[in-house]
């Protein structure tokens, strides 16, 4: 093998202790993602897809095994670490878009960069994001609530690239637009992955996994 | 540019957003700062205007007889009767005005009996002292000093809650007693002396030292004797000189002046002080619980939005942060306003309760508004601390998953 890949797994098992038993979400996962590599995962509800997805997005340590992100075993940093990564390396989209609500759509864009360069953005970068993915200022001025599901997992798209992380994360990031509006940002994550990112995604449909170079299957925490 | 803090301008969004409770919230704070600072006021602004009108009479030594009972506070009159030496004789008089040297020294009988004016009736301290020294010692506002027996003069307090005027008539005593009952016309009304400790003419009647032995009896029983020092820097040596004449076998007497007098009054203001600050401190506390309440509840409205801001790379201690400074906002706004209206409500109540605003803005007194400003915030923002601590520790997967 040549290049180290950029997300590593290897054995990684998750369990959440349960007064009614053991769940083991995760059940000895190994994979290996390239750096520029499209991965849908799909899969049953409930068959562990969020839990690995929190895994890569260094949202949460494995129980066993190890999970390295660039390089880094995610099992030894500390929380301060973690969440530097979170910021700095990975970009994620979720299903219920997750704005924050007190920001605008153009302060919520802006806002991993404050947090990562502790100044403001004199580059024009962030409306620039705003503008690809269809948000003009006029709209960039309002809060999530005042947006529609299309438009705000546009915002989205937009909060996750700010940072320039190496690695996309989506889960189900379609899962709640209609098929006009999940086309265009498909649309969207092809053409970020075109530019060279990784990107990993969950989701339902099959149709929504052909945009991906291959398809990981799971079931029951497990790799089918 | 400069950096910004995106993590204060969340606080203050939330705070905007939630205004009515965090306003509700910042009254308790209001309320507490305006308590602990208009109470702090009143009792810096009585301490000052004690020690002014008392250093009027700075170089006055007041002698009584040692009762033994220890310090007999300030102007109270000793209850036991068993004791002989509750009055000072003619002879230690003599001693007094002996180790005196140059000093105006003077004595003087007090009583305090029932009295009665045309409607009113109540208690009141009867004076007596020698007819020269009453010239010397008081003066007139209006009209003219005893000549008989039966005339009086009075302080002005006493005019005005009696509602009387010199040629006033006052029935002194009650038909039961045993000195009977006694009317006395009014001839001078005396000059305001405010507090001293030599006498407190403002609300007694001074009458002539025959007609208050004549009722009273206890010719030459003086209640004290007053030394006026001409040179105030000689106030050591007298009192020393009065102690070493009549205290030398027994203690016969107790010498006081102005300074312990203050020192007697500045302590129990001071105890009442603490007191009523305790009390204020109960808001305070209220105000306390009300601003945990409001930080808990704001922390568990945004429980997903602390679990956006930790997965899209917020650190744990800017959570904290944004929550204290939620806290410090409503503490600082609080406590800002509370200190605009302990201005406005301390000095209503300092001229009220002091009768002057004369000191209200001596340092000792304005020190307060700032100190209860601190008090409040501070106490706001540790009212914070354990719901932020709280926001940021929770875990990011699971603060996501909350609806
Ligand atoms: N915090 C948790 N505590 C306990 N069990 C959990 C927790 N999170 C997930 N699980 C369990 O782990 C398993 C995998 O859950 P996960 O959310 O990864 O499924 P999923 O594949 O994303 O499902 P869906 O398609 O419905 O989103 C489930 O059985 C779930 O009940
Ligand atoms: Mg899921």
Redesign the interface.
């Known amino acids: 093998m040549g290049s180290t890949p950029v997300i590593a797994l290897e054995n990684v098992r998750k369990i959440y202790p349960l007064p009614s038993g053991d769940v083991h979400a995760l059940d000895g996962v190994s994979l290996a993602i390239e750096k520029g590599e499209f991965v849908a995962i799909m899969g049953s509800s409930g068959s562990g897809k969020s839990t690995l997805m ?1 895994q890569i ?1 260094c ?2 340590v494995p129980t066993e095994g190890t999970v390295r992100i660039e390089g880094q075993d995610i099992g030894q940093l500390s ?2 670490d973690l ?2 990564l ?3 390396s990975i970009g ?1 989209i ?1 299903q219920k878009f ?6 605008t759509a153009f302060e919520n864009v ?3 960069w ?3 360069q ?3 953005d ?1 580059t024009g970068r962030v409306q620039h994001l705003l503008d690809q993915v269809g948000i003009d200022a006029a709209l960039a001025a309002h809060r999530p609530s005042e947006l529609s599901g299309g438009q705000q997992q546009r915002v989205a798209v937009a ?1 996750a690239l700010v ?1 320039e992380p190496a690695i996309l994360l989506c889960d189900e990031p379609t899962g709640n637009l209609d098929s006009k509006t999940s086309t265009q940002i498909m649309e969207m994550l092809a053409a970020l992955n075109h530019e060279g990112r990784t990107v990993i995604m969950v989701t339902h449909d099959a149709a929504t996994a052909e945009y991906a170079d291959r398809t990981i299957l799971i079931q029951d925490g497990r790799i089918a | 540019m400069k950096k910004p803090d995106i993590i204060f301008r969340l606080s203050l969004r939330s705070v905007r957003l939630n205004l009515l409770r965090s306003v509700l919230a910042a009254l308790g704070i209001v309320i507490g700062v305006v308590a602990i600072a208009s109470i702090g006021m009143i009792s810096a602004n009585m301490t000052l205007s004690v020690a002014e009108e008392l250093s009027a009479t700075a170089n006055v030594l007041v002698v009584k007889p040692d009762t033994g009972s220890g310090d007999s506070g300030f102007g109270r009159e000793s209850e036991s009767n068993d004791d002989e030496d509750d009055y000072l004789t003619n002879d230690q008089f003599n001693d007094i005005r002996k180790a005196a040297g140059s000093s105006y020294v003077y004595y003087l009988y007090s009583e305090s009996d029932d009295i009665e004016t045309g409607s009113t009736s109540g208690r009141a301290t009867i004076y007596a002292m020698d007819d020269e020294a009453m010239k010397d010692i008081l003066s007139l506002a209006e009209g003219s000093f005893p000549s008989t027996t039966s005339q009086v003069v009075v302080g002005p307090d006493f005019v005005e809650r009696y509602d009387i005027e010199v040629g006033s008539k006052i029935t002194i005593g009650d038909e039961d007693d045993e000195e009977g009952e006694v009317t006395v016309r009014v001839t001078g009304i005396l000059e305001e002396r405010g507090m001293s400790m030599d006498i407190s003419s403002d609300n007694a009647i001074i009458t002539a030292e025959k007609f208050f032995t004549g009722r009273y009896g206890g010719e030459d029983e003086y209640t004290q004797v007053n030394v006026v020092v001409d040179d105030i820097n000689d106030i050591d040596a007298i009192t020393e000189s009065i102690d070493e004449s009549l205290n030398r076998k027994d203690d016969e007497v107790q010498i006081q002046d102005s300074s312990r007098m203050l020192n007697t009054i500045s302590s129990t203001l001071g105890t009442l002080t603490s007191f009523a600050l305790a009390i204020a401190g109960i808001s305070l506390l209220v105000a306390a619980v009300s601003i945990f309440n409001v930080m808990m509840m704001s922390v568990t409205e945004r429980i997903r939005e602390i679990g956006i801001l930790r997965s899209i790379g917020t650190q744990k201690d800017e959570i904290l942060r944004m929550f204290v400074y939620e806290a410090a906002i409503i503490g600082i706004v609080g406590a800002g306003i509370g200190a605009v209206l302990s201005l406005l409500i301390g000095y209503v109540v300092v001229f009220g309760m002091v009768g002057t605003t004369e000191y209200f803005f001596a340092w000792d007194s304005l020190a307060n508004v700032p100190e209860g400003m601190i008090v409040g915030a501070v106490i706001c923002v540790i009212s914070g601390v354990y719901p932020a601590w709280r926001a940021s520790n929770l875990d990011p997967i699971e603060a996501l998953r909350a609806e």
């Open positions: 929190n997005g949202l949460d929380d301060y969440t530097a979170r910021r700095d994620y979720f997750n704005l924050i609500p007190l920001l802006e806002y991993p404050l947090l990562r502790r100044r403001y004199d909060r940072n």
